[in-house]
Antibody, heavy 122, light 107 residues
């Protein structure tokens, strides 16, 4: 059974940093692209970042809204995805989901974690 | 960036009704269109991928279709557990983008 479990959320002051983790199990983690998707309170879904699988070099992609402030990485030996967030702003307040892509690059998000709440507030 | 325009933003329907939600892409995305269902406080769940393929375990009352850059999610006979918010999403190119969502409420 595929499982994705996020951790690391919490309350942080504007300008602060936070690192989210996503522990994966039930599939060969290194074979799949992984993503972060967020949802601000009462709002829709927003793609944040994707990291490709190891075969394609672990390339990283970011939404313009987080580029230069967030860094996605993966540790295939630990089956874990990370999102390092710097210079956090109030508008980054959201539930952050990690999501697994299908095997092919254009595939949908077929599994999602339960989400981690990040609150940016003084 | 590819814009995904989803309509309506909300609708009220009764159990047993046929419900249709549409999503229009701002440019060609081939068949790279996915539909998700989200219930309050829960993660999204994949329903339809590649415009018309039913994800494993999803009831057959959910159907996806495509006409050019217009995509449709149809629920043939709405069930009590289908009251939720539905999102379309293009996986053709980054930035990956979602529609604004359609909240399906009980009439």
């Amino acid at each position: 059974e595929v499982q994705l479990v996020e951790s690391g959320g919490g309350l942080v002051q504007p300008g602060g940093s936070l690192r989210l983790s996503c522990a994966a199990s039930g599939f060969t983690f290194s074979n799949y692209a992984m993503s972060w998707v967020r949802q601000a309170p009462g709002k829709g879904l927003e793609w944040v970042s994707t990291i490709s699988n190891s075969d394609t070099g672990g390339n990283t992609y970011y939404a313009d809204s987080v580029k230069g402030r967030f860094t996605v990485s993966r540790d295939n030996s630990k089956n874990t995805l990370y999102l390092q967030m710097y210079s956090l702003r109030a508008e980054d307040t959201a539930v952050y989901y990690c999501a697994k892509r299908g095997y092919n690059w254009n595939d949908a998000f077929d599994y999602w974690g339960q989400g981690a709440l990040v609150t940016v507030s003084p | 960036d590819i814009q995904m325009t989803q309509s309506p933003s909300s609708l009220s329907a009764s159990v047993g009704d046929r419900v249709t939600i549409t999503c229009r892409a701002s440019q060609s995305i081939s068949n790279y269109l996915n539909w998700y269902q989200q219930k309050p406080g829960k993660a999204p769940k994949l329903l339809i991928y590649a415009a018309s393929s039913l994800q494993s375990g999803v009831p057959s009352r959910f159907r996806g279709s495509r006409s050019g850059t217009d995509f449709t999610l149809t629920i043939s006979s709405l069930q009590p557990e289908d009251f939720a918010t539905y999102y379309c999403q293009q996986s053709y190119d980054t930035p990956l983008t979602f529609g604004g969502g359609t909240k399906v409420e009980i009439k």
